[in-house]
């Protein structure tokens, strides 16, 4: 609903929730999913400076 609607606060949920599953995956001892989630916050941050730099008013 909020990414249809193209709210930039969409992509600090997203890299707060990559975060909290990257660091929840690595103290499970499930690494390789942990660093799938540090890959996935990486494109988060990405993205919200790609959105800042062109966002239309």
Do not use: P, Q
Request: hydrophobic share 55%.
């Amino acid at each position: 609903m909020f990414t249809a609607k193209k709210y930039i606060e969409c992509w600090y949920i997203w890299i707060f929730v990559d975060i909290l599953y990257m660091v929840l995956f690595f103290l499970k001892g499930f690494y390789l999913t942990s660093i799938l989630y540090g890959l996935f916050t990486i494109m988060s941050f990405y993205g919200l400076s790609h959105w800042k730099k062109y966002r239309i008013n």
